[in-house]
Nanobody, 112 residues
Framework: QVQLVESGGRLVQPGDSLMLSCQMS????????LGWFRQSPGKEREFVIS?????AKDRFISSRDNAKNTVYLQMNFLRPEDTAVYFC?????????????WGQGTQVTVSS
């Protein structure tokens, strides 16, 4: 059974950087399509960035370490509106709209 465990979320100040990690067990990240999502209070969960290789989008950078079976999300110049629970997710088929496996999430709070 594939499991995803996120870590690294914490309280940070606006302008700070933060790196989140997501480690997979029960499978290997090279055989799945992964992504990072987030959900803010009162809002729907939204896609942040693909985690299938090194990607950059706005202030976010995703990367992976195949040897550690882990994907990372580097977040720079954080803003209060980035406050959310961040999730990583994995799916077997890239053409599927839905993801098969989800982590429990890690809380990121951006506040002065």
């Amino acid at each position: 059974q594939v499991q995803l465990v996120e870590s690294g979320g914490r309280l940070v100040q606006p302008g700070d950087s933060l790196m989140l990690s997501c480690q997979m067990s029960g499978g290997h990240i090279t055989t799945y399509y992964l992504g990072w999502f987030r959900q803010s209070p009162g809002k729907e969960r939204e896609f942040v960035i693909s985690a299938n290789g090194d990607s950059a989008k706005d202030r976010f950078i995703s990367s992976r370490d195949n040897a550690k079976n882990t994907v990372y999300l580097q977040m720079n110049f954080l803003r209060p509106e980035d406050t959310a629970v961040y999730f990583c997710a994995a799916k077997v088929n890239p053409w599927d709209n839905s993801y098969d496996y989800w982590g429990q999430g890690t809380q990121v709070t951006v506040s002065s």
